[in-house]
């Protein structure tokens, strides 16, 4: 706090309220819309941007920001941040305070951490769900490197969430006033509220579970992958064919047939057939290929193979050119396969994240038709996952009126014994560990689209025209052709994807 003093910042109690559709709060750091003040360890630059020309440089130890000015409403937090190097790691302390006076108290609202190892911009995403106007401030640790911060986002909290929030205090209130020993009776429309509550929780599940299923299986990111896996196979470009023809020139007929089961892993030069490449495909074929046209073009070789007076003459001018080239072009390629393995591995991990979430949220859907005293059976699950709207509506209204008649139960005697009052308070316990449960999947939601959105921005750059690896003219185009393809995939699939999840 005592920084806060000693900058003495003047910062205007005016709230920021954003327009419907607008956010409350955004900030790429650019000098003319600054929507932060620095409090310490962090300063403007414009070497490293995800956005625009500048972007927040916070060094190495401890850093803190704060809003300038407080947020009418706090909802989705989303911000990217890239590591100095691959051995930078950081941690960013979320908080809010309804003030910043020397004595004002600070709550950890949410808080990210990341591990050593990447240097990319990384996407973070996550719920602050504390309503009021607030300040918003950012504690950042980093070690071993400092870390760049760009394209600050507060969106509008969603309404499911607001009513999560609605039936959070629903239940404190009928729990305070249980405490309080007051006529129970007055609960019941408190208890109607809940059961229509709780009940709505469940479109918000059956929207999660679409949405992951669609993320799982899109095809769009199937397409871009394999687009940009092509980029990484040899029998795409020229000189490895050329390499390749040249080869079987001054092969014998074992030798070829020996060079063509090497290349057989790649696809078929004959139908253009090109097949997707593995890192582990590549390692195991290199240096065996790099031996073999060694040992094809070796003087012993081609001296005692049955060849014309003129392919033995080309063997012995070309041999060492030839050898060279496949050797620089082989590094070349092995850069490119860099890029696509660790895109592969963001996809898979990304499949598991969201195949995992798929089905704990599958699991926890179940045990909430449960504790509505529906059973767990597929029957109940399909009514909530049904295209027809009539039908879902009518396992709403049948779950909100369970949940409410459950709880009016324990308030249908005259003399309520402390029996029903326990049972009451552990019912509704029970409710409120349900409705907070949901609070884990819409932040692992938002991780999901937090890496998703990292991927998209990973392959962007992937095949930005500057990553182009080659040195051979036709090699540089053949890798631009597919680039290009690959830049259409991802800008449909990115923007498909922002206008469903985000």
Not at 47 to 75: F, M, N, T, Y
Not at 465 to 470: A, C, D, G, L, V
Request: proline share 2%.
């Amino acid at each position: 706090m005592r920084l806060l003093f000693a900058l003495g910042f003047s910062l205007f109690a005016s709230s920021v309220a954003a327009m419907p559709g607008e956010p409350i709060l955004q900030s790429n750091f650019e000098q003319n819309e600054q929507q932060f003040n620095i409090l310490s360890g962090c300063s403007l630059q414009k070497d490293v941007v995800k956005s625009g020309i500048r972007a927040l440089s916070c060094g190495r130890g401890a850093s803190s920001l704060i809003s300038r000015q407080p947020l009418a409403e706090l909802g989705l937090l989303e911000l990217w941040v890239k590591p100095e190097n691959a051995y930078t790691s950081y941690r960013i302390n979320i908080l809010t305070s309804p003030s910043i006076r020397i004595d004002s108290v600070w709550q950890q609202v949410g808080l990210i951490e990341t591990q050593a190892g990447s240097t990319d911009f990384i996407a973070h995403r996550i719920s602050i769900d504390d309503p009021g106007r607030k300040y918003i401030r950012l504690d950042i640790e980093s070690s071993n490197g400092a870390v760049v911060i760009d394209d600050v986002v507060v969106d509008r909290i969603l309404l499911d969430t607001a009513l999560q929030k609605n039936e959070q205090k629903i239940i404190s209130g009928i729990l305070d006033q249980l405490k309080q020993n007051r006529n129970y009776e007055v609960q019941a429309e408190s208890f109607r509220t809940l059961g229509k509550n709780y009940a709505a929780q469940l479109e918000s599940q059956r929207q999660y579970l679409e949405y992951a299923n669609a993320i799982y299986s899109s095809i769009t990111f199937v397409l871009a992958s394999s687009e940009r896996n092509k980029m990484s196979n040899p029998m795409a470009y020229a000189s490895f064919r050329t390499i390749l023809a040249d080869t079987k020139r001054v092969a014998s007929p074992l030798q070829q047939a020996r060079l063509n089961s090497m290349v057989k892993p790649f696809g078929d030069l004959v139908t253009a057939t090109l097949n997707v490449v593995s890192a582990g495909t590549y390692s195991a074929f290199a240096e065996p290929f790099k031996s073999f046209l060694a040992a094809t073009f070796d003087k012993s070789n081609y001296e005692n193979a049955d060849l014309s007076r003129k392919d033995r003459k080309f063997a012995e001018e070309n041999g060492l050119k030839i050898y060279e080239n496949a050797e620089r072009f082989l590094n070349e390629l092995e850069r490119e396969l860099v890029q696509v393995s660790t895109l592969d591995q963001d996809l898979q991990q990304m499949a598991k994240m969201v195949e995992l979430f798929r089905k704990d949220l599958d699991k926890h859907l179940r045990n909430y038709l449960q504790h509505a005293g529906l059973a767990r059976t597929q029957e109940n699950y399909g009514r909530v996952m049904s295209k027809e709207e009539s039908i879902r509506a009518n396992i709403i209204d049948e779950v909100a009126l369970n949940v409410t008649n459950k709880a009016q139960s324990y308030l249908a005697s005259e003399n309520m014994t402390s029996t029903n009052n326990t049972e009451l308070v552990q019912y509704l316990l029970k409710t409120r560990e349900q409705l907070e449960a949901l609070q884990e999947f819409k932040e692992r939601f938002n991780q999901i689209t937090a890496s998703s959105i990292t991927f998209y921005e990973k392959f962007e750059r992937s095949v930005a025209p500057e990553q182009n690896p080659f040195t051979d003219a036709k090699d540089k185009a053949a890798w631009e052709q597919h680039a290009k393809k690959a830049r259409a995939y991802i800008q449909q699939s990115k923007e498909a994807f922002s206008k469903a999840y985000m």
